[in-house]
């Protein structure tokens, strides 16, 4: 009986020791990616060279999202924000496109972004990263200037997490 009661207890307390705690996995959406500019649906002379996006942990819940962009002329763009994944909106630095934004992760894989300006809606994006984790797509809402509704997909691949240097 004694020796029951031990496995008994040892079975309870187990999955609360901290060895054996499940440690969340961090979301495959953190890290940097790069938009393929072959497949933007524009001109090719109208293409930026290159585009970026970063997703990272900024702490107590929020993340940070960073966009760089290099246009065709070699000019450089660079717009960012930390928000909540709570969806409430939030300020936005330097961006092109909006002035306030709000995230949420509805599944470790997807992020929605709702972008906003002048305190009206810019657009939506949907970002999904493929079970591989080494690409991900970005579904663009958002209006035309006939009001119309309109959708776009960008493709994006992920690259490298850089290394820290050697000493």
């Keep these: ?3 029951l009661s031990s496995v008994a207890l040892a079975a309870v307390l187990i999955p609360c020791s901290p060895a ?4 969340p996995k961090p979301s495959p ?3 940097s990616w790069a938009v393929d500019v072959s497949r933007l649906p524009m001109p090719p002379q109208e293409r930026p060279k290159s585009v970026t996006l970063t997703f990272g942990e900024a702490g107590k819940g929020k993340w940070a ?3 760089d962009i290099i246009d065709q002329g070699g ?6 924000g930390v928000a909540a994944l709570d ?3 939030t300020p936005v630095k330097n961006n092109f496109e909006a002035d306030t934004f709000a995230l949420r992760t509805p599944a470790s894989n997807v992020l929605v972004m709702m972008l906003a300006k002048d305190r009206s ?16 797509t970005e579904i663009v809402a958002a209006f035309a200037p006939d009001g119309s ?5 960008n493709y994006f691949t992920r690259l490298p997490a850089p290394t820290a240097p050697r000493r």
């Design 87 to 89: 969806g409430r909106a």
């Design 149 to 153: 509704p309109t959708m776009r997909t």
């Design 20 to 23: 054996h705690a499940d440690s």
């Design 65 to 67: 999202a960073k966009v």
């Design 75 to 80: 000019g450089k763009m660079h717009a960012e």
């Design 121 to 136: 809606a810019a657009s939506t994006r949907i970002y999904t990263v493929a079970p591989d984790g080494r690409s991900m």
């Design 1 to 3: 009986m004694k020796m």
């Design 29 to 31: 959406l953190l890290g």
